[in-house]
């Protein structure tokens, strides 16, 4: 498995990460054997990229792979969390929050949730718009000096965030889709990721599974599921 260096101070990651969303959250029904199965296979592989948010399914995926990481060393994997997204006790997104105290706080239960002492790479799911970017990234930043965060990342954001963002701390990726049919980053955001030596975690790089096969007539969606593929692994492209 070739390794790519994130960013210009990122850890050295497999070349294809493994998105564990699917295995409790958005594509339908999933298995628990199965999945801990698939992350097993993966690390197998050589891959040693694991990427959640703490809103997938509302903890049960940082539990997932918290369960699976008692299988493998700690010190071989990098784990991305996503963390800001609210939903309700329904499963509705209601919004987000990137307050620093708030931050501190969702990275204090995915790290009892995963079972570890530190996220390797710890990033906002969106842009909160009540909240500076700085105060944001401020407040991760306190958390890397204090050993609970190794690097920072992003999600989702343009331009103009991304370089207020890199103002207040090295930002290793950004994590962003993109695909065939997916080139909105090509309009200014790959030229300022390349300028400030930030990397991209390229998802759905299938188009969301319109190209990769997945999708057929004869074979609809598994109830409840939205309109993506089964699996989300994704591509880690350097600066």
């Not at 993506?228 to 692994?233: M, Q």
Request: proline share 5%.
């Amino acid at each position: 498995m070739e390794l790519r260096k994130l960013g210009r101070t990122g850890p050295d990651v497999s070349a294809i990460g493994l998105g564990c969303m699917g295995m409790s959250d958005m594509y339908g029904p999933a298995d628990r054997t199965e999945s801990l199965a698939t992350i097993d296979a993966a690390v197998e592989a050589g891959i040693n990229l694991l990427d959640t948010g703490d809103f997938y399914g509302m903890g049960h995926n940082e539990m997932l792979i918290g369960e699976a990481l008692k299988r493998h060393r700690r010190d071989d994997l990098v784990l991305s969390v996503k963390y800001g997204g609210l939903r309700g006790p329904d499963g509705a997104f209601l919004g987000y929050d990137a307050r620093p105290i708030a931050t501190k706080s969702a990275l204090a239960y995915s790290l009892k949730r995963l079972g570890v002492d530190h996220i390797d790479i710890y990033r906002p799911s969106r842009l909160d718009p009540n909240v500076p970017i700085e105060e944001t990234i401020g407040a991760i930043a306190e958390l890397v000096q204090a050993g609970y965060v190794r690097h920072i990342g992003l999600s989702e954001v343009g331009s103009e965030t991304i370089r207020r963002a890199a103002a207040v701390h090295p930002i290793v990726d950004l994590q962003i889709e993109y695909g065939l049919l997916s080139r909105g980053i090509e309009d200014g955001i790959l030229e300022t990721t390349r300028e400030l030596g930030i990397s991209i975690t390229a998802y759905g790089v299938l188009s969301r599974g319109l190209i990769g096969g997945h999708m057929s007539g004869r074979r609809p969606p598994a109830t409840g599921a939205r309109r993506v593929p089964a699996s989300r692994a994704r591509t880690w492209s350097g600066i």
